[in-house]
């Protein structure tokens, strides 16, 4: 059983990653007070993020950090970006996740399954296979199949949202023979760059529509952070 989480640990941590957006946003906001044995490591908008969720999530992060490093030992510096890096992705993606639920995006039971079949580490030659699931989701995430499950759904809402971005950033010919006659000045390579202008606006226009969400929310968020609160407690 250790031989197969072994072998199946890389892959398993960045299971629970997909989905995420969210190198880009910057939580902001720290303060508050800690009620004695608040399971509440920040809020976002009033919506609780789990500090026992968190926990969690930073040891998956820091066994992967240390199967990257082999014999190498983590530095108290790294495992303290570990630890904000993770609470940073945790705060994002309940503010998009939030975004995804006012504009009414849900996912369905069948969704769900057909992105956990398509999942390879959940299969066996080819196929999803149930007790590799339940195998790596035990000894591997330490989640129940509900734990799992609904973070899925989360993680598939917030990727729906950035599907919205991606369809906005669709470029037109013509828009893109315009900005490439105002950027060159003539369109004389027009016919043989046409393709990949075309790509590199559509790429360019995603990333500013991209950082316009982001500012848009970082404007409309109430975010607080009580990590150092908990940390400060558990010091004393």
Known sequence: MMEFIREHKKTIFWITLIGFLFATFAYFGAGGSLVSGQDTVATVNSKKVSYSEY?????????N?????KDTELTDAEIQQIKRNTLQDMISEEAFYQLALKYGIKVTDGELKAHLQQIPAFQKDGHFDHRKYYQILAYGLKMTPSEFEESRKRAIAVDKVRFLIYLLSKVSEKEAELEYLRRNGNLKNWSKEK????????SEKRVQLFQQWITQLQQKVKIKDYLGKFENVQSR
């Open 55 to 63: 926990i969690k999530a930073v040891s998956r992060a820091i066994d």
């Open 65 to 69: 950090a240390r199967q990257d490093k």
């Open 195 to 202: 393709n990949e202008f075309i790509m590199t606006l559509q």
